[in-house]
């Protein structure tokens, strides 16, 4: 049985930061497509930054245009956990983030309709 454990939400203030830690069981996530989505208030569910490594033939990262040189997405495969460092964060980052996984690999274009498996969420709330 898969399970994505997302932790580290919380409350911060403008231009702080966190770091989201999603903790994968029962999955691989190596050479799988991973990725963190948000969803605020009343707003649809948007991916906020994806990574996709192939082994010993790299990989690539994808960033919403919001979070571009705020947010860094990466994977420790030793500990199986996916990671969103988030910085100079801003009240219009509040939502709840939620990790996500595809079952099968090979290329993906990062859209939620990719991804099989989901975190419960953790909630951010950046304000003064």
Known sequence: ???????????????????????????????????WFRQAPGKEREVVAGVYLMGQFGGRTSYHDSVKGRFTVSQDKAKNVLYLEMSSLKPEDTAMYYCAARKFAGYCAFVASEFNYWGQGTPVTVSS
């Open 1 to 35: 049985q898969v399970q994505l454990v997302e932790t580290g939400g919380g409350s911060v203030q403008p231009g702080g930061s966190l770091r989201l830690s999603c903790a994968a069981s029962g999955y691989n996530i190596s050479n799988r497509c991973t990725a």
